[in-house]
């Protein structure tokens, strides 16, 4: 069993940045494939961005390509959300997610990948 702890959301101006966390209990945790999801009010649960395990190619959603980095920090056992530019439409609840397993590409942006969740931090971007 795997627990996660989303951090660092908030209240941000469109335009600005966020920094996301996702810590874990597992030590294996900065070998794992790891993914954020967010789920805007009223929505359903939309895919990200993801870094697979190895070495660690990410993967990025067309509508935060570019804006959105995924990353490891290895030495604290955590996997960060770099998030520039936000939108108003980047509003949503963040969760990580990761699977003791190695996904393929084609099924990143599938939550049934993922075995194990974090609770989500809330984002708010206004206009």
């Known amino acids: 069993q795997v627990q996660l702890v989303e951090s660092g959301g908030g209240l941000v101006q469109a335009g600005g940045s966020l920094r996301l966390s996702c810590a874990a209990s597992a030590p294996t945790f900065s070998s794992l494939a790891v993914a954020w999801f967010r789920q805007p009010l009223g929505k359903e649960r939309e895919f990200v961005v993801a870094i697979k395990r190895g070495a660690g190619t990410t993967y990025a959603a067309n509508s935060v390509r570019g804006r959105f980095t995924v990353s490891r920090d290895r030495g604290k056992n955590m996997v960060s959300l770099q998030m520039n530019s936000l939108v108003p439409e980047d509003t949503g609840v963040y969760y990580c997610?990761?699977?003791?397993?190695?996904?393929?590409?084609?099924?990143?942006?599938?939550?049934?990948?993922?075995?194990?969740w974090g609770q989500g931090t809330q984002v708010t971007v206004s206009s």
């Open positions: 997610a990761t699977t003791n397993g190695s996904p393929i590409v084609s099924s990143l942006s599938n939550e049934a990948t993922w075995e194990y």
